[in-house]
């Protein structure tokens, strides 16, 4: 699995600020800090190159799988296929315990498009504390449907979302 370059576009919802991501990682994460929260809500987006014919239901489990060792526990609560093609995908949500015994939740879209060397799957996610995630899914809704890949031109001067 490698990290591709696409020439994405998508809408930063308001009250959420873009922070630098950490290598090797996601290509953009945003967060929303909230007075007194034990946990600061994050918005990240990843880009890799799929050349393998894993399906999306692998790809989410292999998220799972990277969490797992990160957290003290994770549950998938709930996963469900979408889009169609030729861009399908698929969306899961998570519950995380740290190994501090903070509980989060994690909301998982992982969609594929057509790359420049085959298959492309970005990975957008949403986490937060559970009360907190009730309230930010309406945001991470508008980050995931505003995500698109920009194109060039006829003229390839500039590029149009």
């Known amino acids: ?35 007194g929260a034990e946990f600061t809500a994050n918005l990240t987006l990843g880009v890799r190159q799929r050349p393998d014919p894993a399906s999306l239901e692998e790809i989410a489990d292999e998220a799972v799988e990277r969490l797992a060792q990160a957290t003290a526990a994770v549950d998938v609560v709930d996963r469900r296929a979408v889009g169609a093609p030729p861009a399908p995908g698929l969306t899961q949500t998570l519950r995380l315990r740290t190994g501090e015994g903070l509980e989060l939740r994690q909301v998982q879209v992982h969609l ?28 991470f809704r508008h980050f995931v449907a505003s995500v698109h890949v920009r194109r060039k031109t006829l003229a390839g001067e500039g590029e149009q979302s």
């Open 112 to 139: 594929t498009v057509p790359g420049p060397d085959g298959r492309v799957v970005l990975e957008l996610v949403l986490t937060a504390s559970g009360e907190a995630a009730a309230r930010l899914v309406p945001d």
């Open 1 to 35: 699995m490698n990290t591709v370059t696409l020439p994405l576009g998508f809408d930063v919802p308001e009250g959420w600020t873009p922070v630098e991501p950490e290598e090797p990682g996601p290509v953009f994460v945003a967060v929303r800090p909230e007075p």
